[in-house]
């Protein structure tokens, strides 16, 4: 396979795409890690098992959010030391990106195994939802080197110019999944613990097959010693954080819901929400991969000075992941039942507490890609402080919405909590965007104006 390159006589769009269409594929078939585990475990266990498996999810996907910090902050770097045309630069940030996904993996271990039970219980698990997120979480004390290292290598592989290849690899990753989830789940019978270790050799495959690539021909930027640069690991940290919070703000939510939905519900509603967090993911991960695929040509247009061609690939991206929120969000409301069936289609009280819980929280789907792509925007563009104030915004402003609304409406208010936050969040977030990217442009125009002056 052939690495892509970014070339100066291409259209806004035909980067856009070219960039954004593996990444959404790579991200759509990566969450079919998660997708369908609930699936098997959904049709083969049950609502208890789809409760395990929910409130096992924030432990894991806290561990993978060291990950996605170092992922997207390095993808970012060697995106911007290509188009600055510094590959010796860009080696060196592959280099520590290596390095710091071995540190968080030697960190991430003992969190699981020391407090695991505990942030399970936090959530409200008890009997049989307790012993089912326990032995699923159990896997990953051994195993979350690869969540981290399988989360950070397609991101770098991209980042190196080869979408293509970042995109097999997860296509690789996912259906070696979804072979293994019916080995152990459907064929042993080992329940959750079986999902866990067919994730895990899923992972470990994804990671061998990335390490490959970046010591062979086929990278531009090649792995040739594994040398720690503290300066690229701290600048990696920086651009990397809004989104490693961002997507711990989406574990946080997840556990806080467990809580208060076992608090105000029942465990049914646990196993309903499970449900509609894996239809959302569908848009998120499609929303997702259009902001990372979004960020390296916007980066490297950053490096390059060429500003008005940031606002049209971001303008672009807007434009996509808002029209696919709507859209989403009305299919939702129509044929809700179609895509609860994947999950569950024998249980009438789960189906009907899915239904009413879907319509209520999935109410302002798009506004979540916004707030993703808007924090992604300012990573790429090398401003973290307003990355990290869209993430951590995010965070935080869920919590009063998430604290008061459930003790007035019960089981609905812990339901529509988060659109009513994020419709709250979005104005604050869209006019800081805008007056961002007007001056981008505005600054070319001063460029412009200085080259013309010279010459």
């Not at 789809?50 to 060697?78: D, E, K």
């Not at 940290?237 to 711990?248: H, V, W």
């Not at 024998?346 to 789907?365: P, Y």
Request: charged fraction near 10%; proline fraction near 3%.
């Amino acid at each position: 396979m052939t690495t892509e390159t970014i070339k100066q006589d291409e259209s806004v769009s035909q980067v856009f795409w070219r960039f954004a269409i593996p990444s959404v594929a790579a991200m759509l078939i990566s969450g079919l890690y998660q997708i369908i585990d609930g699936i098997f475990v959904g049709h083969y266990i049950g609502y208890s098992g789809l409760a395990g498996i929910n409130m096992a999810w924030p432990i894991i996907a806290t561990i993978m959010g060291f990950g996605i910090l170092v992922g997207m902050g390095a993808g970012s770097l060697v995106s911007m030391y290509r188009g600055e045309k510094q590959p010796q630069q860009a080696t060196s940030v592959l280099q520590t990106a290596i390095g710091l996904t071995i540190l968080f993996s030697f960190i991430s271990m003992p969190i699981i195994g020391v407090w695991g039970r505990d942030l399970l219980i936090l959530q409200g698990a008890a009997g049989e939802s307790l012993t089912h997120g326990f032995n699923y979480i159990s896997i990953f004390v051994y195993s979350a080197p690869m969540a981290i290292s399988a989360t950070v290598i397609p991101m770098l592989v991209r980042n190196d110019n080869s979408p293509k290849v970042a995109t097999v690899l997860t296509i690789i990753g996912a259906v070696l999944n979804i072979v293994l989830d019916y080995l152990y789940i459907g064929v042993l019978n080992q329940g959750l613990q079986g999902a866990a270790i067919a994730t895990a050799l899923s992972q470990m495959t994804v990671t061998a097959l990335g390490l490959v690539y970046f010591i062979s021909n086929k990278a531009e930027i090649r792995l040739t010693s594994l040398a720690f640069n503290l300066q690229n690991a701290f600048r990696i940290c920086q651009l990397g954080a809004s989104s490693m919070l961002m997507f711990a703000y989406f574990s946080f939510v997840i556990a806080l819901h467990n809580r208060l939905l076992m608090q105000y519900g029942t465990e049914i509603h646990v196993g309903a929400f499970a449900i509609i967090g894996y239809i959302a993911t569908m848009y998120y991960l499609f929303a997702e991969g259009i902001a990372s695929g979004m960020q390296p040509p916007v980066s490297y247009d950053f490096g390059e000075k060429r500003y008005s061609r940031i606002k049209g690939t971001v303008a672009l991206a807007l434009k996509v992941v808002l029209i696919s929120g709507v859209t989403t969000v009305v299919f939702l409301n129509l044929f809700p039942e179609f895509f609860i069936s994947w999950f569950s289609d024998s249980n009438a009280e789960l189906i009907a507490t899915t239904v009413a819980g879907m319509r209520l929280h999935l109410a302002a789907l798009f506004l979540d890609g916004f707030l993703f792509l808007a924090s992604v925007y300012f990573m790429a563009v090398g401003k973290a402080g307003k990355a990290m104030f869209v993430s951590v915004g995010n965070m935080l402003v869920q919590l009063p919405f998430l604290f008061f609304v459930p003790q007035w409406f019960g089981v609905e208010g812990v339901w529509v909590a988060v659109p009513l936050s994020n419709l709250a969040l979005t104005v604050i977030v869209a006019p800081m965007l805008w007056k961002d990217i007007q001056a981008l442009t505005n600054k070319e125009i001063v460029i412009s104006d200085a080259v013309v002056a010279t010459s």
